[in-house]
């Protein structure tokens, strides 16, 4: 047994990023275990870039809405309590509404030798926007 100390949130990088989003290390990925997690706090309207997993990742809503999108349209508004699967080699990305804040657990599997993630272009404005409307019509039963 380990006991590590609390971590510092890390700012995450512009170039993976879209708006002001920190990342705190839970469980770095490494042999035997194979698990990543980690706590990612998003501001009002930031999100990630189109990103891939290679063995796929979960997403555990701690706290607001987060927003996962794929590239065939379709969008997920989940909140508190609730579990967003992203199947490997899926094209997905998540964040924020663009009026709220959001914290999440993400968690994904890797050997902790090489990178499980693929990182792509930003999500153009257009795809947020609709995201966003998504969203409106979740909260309204629609």
Request: glycine fraction near 10%.
């Amino acid at each position: 047994m380990e006991l590590i100390p609390a971590q510092v949130p890390a700012v995450a990088p512009a170039s993976r990023f879209t708006g002001h989003v920190e990342v705190t290390t839970v469980s770095a990925a490494a042999a035997p275990g194979w698990l990543a997690a980690a706590v990612v706090r998003f501001s009002a309207g930031a999100h990630t870039n189109w990103h891939v997993h290679a063995l796929g990742q979960t997403l555990y809503v701690l706290e607001g809405t987060a927003l996962v999108g794929t590239r065939d349209g379709r969008v997920v508004a989940a909140g508190p309590r609730e579990t967003v699967q992203c199947a490997a080699g899926e094209d997905h990305w998540h964040g924020a509404t663009a009026d709220a804040a959001m914290a999440h657990l993400a968690m994904l599997a890797g050997d902790g030798e090489t990178d499980p993630t693929t990182w792509l272009e930003p999500v153009d404005d257009a795809a947020y926007r609709a995201a966003n409307g998504t969203e409106e019509a979740a909260a309204n039963g629609k």
